[in-house]
């Protein structure tokens, strides 16, 4: 039996965060709770989410030890960079798409670089084509988790590449 990979999702507001929630496989085990702007639920399919406000997300975070966060929170959200700094400083891995800028990119690959993290961004979204957001999501989580390599950003294609291995 494989060990469950207990992932946090966040920026549950979009559709493709809910599709993707909805089809992971059974040894990926969506955590009850996520990083928000304030407290409250979310029923996402038949699990319900508990909100974290931010004064507690550090908190949370050592304490549900996720192995891997996907983050749909929109660089435009005030709250992404801080998301991002907080994975970064814990050392938890994390996937993240909708990145529509390079100078985000580069900000997300400044912080990544001197911690104990690293990531896989989404350069593109996939919102319309659910099927291959959530294969490279899948895919991009068993990347992270089989590639510890520290301080380091990864791309789409750094997944597809592995996922053809």
């Not at 920026?11 to 085990?29: A, F, K, M, N």
Request: proline share 3%; charged share 25%; aromatic share 8%.
């Amino acid at each position: 039996m494989k060990k469950k990979i207990r992932v946090m999702v966040v920026g549950l507001i979009t559709d493709i965060s809910h599709e993707v929630v909805g089809r992971l496989p059974r040894h990926i085990e969506v955590i009850d709770s996520s990083l928000a702007d304030r407290d409250g639920k979310m029923m996402v399919g038949s699990k319900e989410i508990i909100f974290i406000a931010p004064e507690s997300h550090e908190r949370k975070l050592k304490e549900l030890s996720p192995d891997v966060i996907i983050d749909f929170t929109s660089e435009f959200n005030l709250s992404f960079k801080d998301h991002i700094s907080l994975y970064t400083a814990l050392g938890i891995p994390f996937v993240t798409g909708l990145i529509l800028t390079d100078n985000t990119e580069q900000n997300i690959e400044s912080l990544v670089a001197g911690s104990e993290s690293s990531s896989v961004i989404f350069k593109h979204t996939y919102e319309y084509n659910p099927d291959m957001q959530v294969e490279l999501t899948i895919n991009a989580i068993r990347f992270l988790m089989q590639n510890q390599v520290k301080g380091k950003v990864f791309d789409e294609d750094d997944v597809e590449q592995f996922a053809a291995c």
